[in-house]
T-cell receptor, first 115, second 117 residues
Framework: DQQVKQNSPSLSVQEGRISILNCDYT??????FLWYKKYPAEGPTFLIS???IKDKNEDGRFTVFLNKSAKHLSLHIVPSQPGDSAVYFC??????????????WGLGTSLAVNP | GAVVSQHPSRVICKSGTSVKIECRSL??????MFWYRQFPKQSLMLMAT?????????EQGVEKDKFLINHASLTLSTLTVTSAHPEDSSFYIC?????????????FGAGTRLSVL
């Protein structure tokens, strides 16, 4: 049961244009969402996050939008740069038994930014 | 710079041997660390939560005796794959939440590529 879904396995964008990566979730108990970027043979790197009490968070070229009613979030990268080419993972977080938090991950979207 | 160090980055071993992977938090203490596994073209799957001073919490379907976790100190957790077999070949990644800052953010090691022959 995939609680966090990234339905687009890949995305190709021209340099300078906007990249939009989408993520859907099913569990309404999730209260924190994160985007990670991952290069091959490396661990994921934290990119940006958003709390469920907000609908937008912006950090430089990266903006995350959250639509709670639709259980959907998206990551916008503008302008896209070739160095943004990587796999982007969406992750959702909720409290677990024992007051721990665990991340539930999507399958990732491979972004290619073409010069 | 890296805030979580994972070692080794790559291991090739014979079937039946045990492999130890270390995960260290750099310049911060981590009472909890997480161990993940990633198969090709699949997402990160949480294997277990490593707890300093107590037993690890394993996810459903993960064999405790196969994947031994020891959280030896506030900055070190180890994962030992015992009697490794080819089906254990995978990419193993650890992470640690850095409390005090944005507490829900986990910082990841660079991962360990395990190949069992």
């Amino acid at each position: 049961d995939q609680q966090v879904k990234q339905n687009s396995p890949s995305l190709s964008v021209q340099e300078g244009r906007i990249s939009i990566l989408n993520c859907d979730y099913t569990n309404s108990m999730f209260d924190y969402f994160l985007w990670y970027k991952k290069y091959p043979a490396e661990g994921p790197t934290f990119l940006i996050s958003i709390s469920s009490i907000k609908d937008k968070n912006e950090d430089g070229r990266f903006t995350v939008f959250l639509n709670k009613s639709a259980k959907h979030l998206s990551l916008h990268i503008v302008p896209s740069q070739p160095g943004d080419s990587a796999v982007y993972f969406c992750a959702a977080s909720k409290y677990n038994a024992g007051n721990n938090r665990k991340l539930i991950w999507g399958l990732g979207t491979s972004l290619a930014v073409n010069p | 710079g890296a805030v979580v160090s994972q070692h080794p980055s790559r291991v090739i071993c014979k079937s039946g041997t045990s492999v130890k992977i270390e995960c260290r938090s750099l310049d911060f203490q981590a009472t909890t660390m997480f161990w993940y596994r990633q198969f090709p073209k699949q997402s990160l799957m949480l294997m277990a939560t490593s707890n300093e001073g107590s037993k690890a919490t394993y996810e459903q379907g993960v064999e405790k005796d196969k994947f031994l976790i020891n959280h030896a100190s506030l900055t070190l957790s180890t994962l030992t794959v015992t009697s490794a077999h080819p089906e254990d070949s995978s990419f193993y990644i650890c992470s640690a939440p850095r409390t005090g800052l944005a507490k829900n953010i986990q910082y990841f090691g660079a991962g360990t590529r395990l190949s069992v022959l």
